[in-house]
C-alpha cells in the first residue's frame, strides 16, 4: 500500500480507510448437508480445485461505507491528481 487513495462514491475522502484482509480458507463440504468435512492446506488442493488469487485485502471507505478493490481506490485518486 504505497499510493494515494480516493473514494470513488463519496470522491472526497483520501485519509480514513479500513483495510479488510482475506485470510483463505479451502475447504471441502458435505454436498448434502453442508458441512466441513476437511480443511485443505493451499499446497495439497487437488487439480480440480483452484487456489484462491484474489487480491489479499479489500478497501473500506471510512466516510461513506463502500467496499471495494484497492485498485478501484487507486485509480480514482490517479485521476484526481
Ligand atoms: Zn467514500
Do not use: W
Not at 483495510?19 to 475447504?27: R, T
Not at 471510512?62 to 478493490?69: H, M, N, Q, S, Y
Amino acid at each position: 500500500m504505497t499510493a494515494p487513495y480516493l473514494c470513488p462514491n463519496c470522491k472526497t475522502n483520501k485519509t480514513r480507510f479500513n483495510l479488510i484482509e482475506q485470510h483463505v480458507k479451502s475447504v471441502k463440504l458435505d454436498p448434502q448437508t453442508g458441512v466441513v468435512i476437511q480443511e485443505i492446506n493451499q499446497s495439497s488442493l487437488d487439480p480440480f480445485h483452484i487456489a484462491y488469487k484474489g487480491p489479499a485485502y479489500r478497501v473500506q471507505c471510512g466516510a461513506c461505507g463502500l467496499i471495494e478493490d484497492e485498485r478501484t481506490f487507486i485509480k480514482r485518486a490517479e485521476l484526481h491528481k
